[in-house]
């Protein structure tokens, strides 16, 4: 089973920028993976995919602001988070697209002033 440990997370001003990592221990070549966050009292919900050739979707309240990338020798997913908003506060994890992985601890992003 792939262990997956997001970093990066922390506080940043509105409008700020955050850059997240996500490493899998094992091989994650051929797998869409996706970026989901939870805020508070929420579902978590899918944010980013990116499939093994690096086209990624977006959900439409972070297109164009956030951006991932990953490397695939690595097996590393990063999520470039540009003006981040305060609605952008959540746990931020990464899993399979379809969730199938087991989900490690996240990591948690605040945008506030």
């Known amino acids: 089973q792939v262990q997956l440990m997001e970093s990066g997370g922390g506080l940043v001003q509105p409008g700020g920028s955050l850059r997240l990592s996500c490493a899998a221990s094992?091989?994650?070549?051929?797998?869409?993976m996706g970026w989901f966050r939870q805020a508070p009292g929420k579902h978590r919900e899918l944010v980013a995919a990116?499939?093994?050739?690096?086209?990624?979707n977006y959900e439409a309240s972070v297109k164009g602001r956030f951006t991932a990338s990953r490397d695939n020798a690595r097996n590393t997913v990063d999520l470039e988070m540009n003006n981040l908003k305060p609605g952008d506060t959540a746990v931020y994890y990464c899993?399979?697209?379809?969730?199938?992985?087991?989900w490690g601890q996240g990591t948690q992003v605040t945008v506030s002033s």
């Open positions: 094992g091989n994650i070549f051929g797998i869409t």
């Open positions: 990116i499939n093994s050739r690096g086209s990624a």
């Open positions: 899993n399979k697209a379809t969730g199938e992985f087991s």
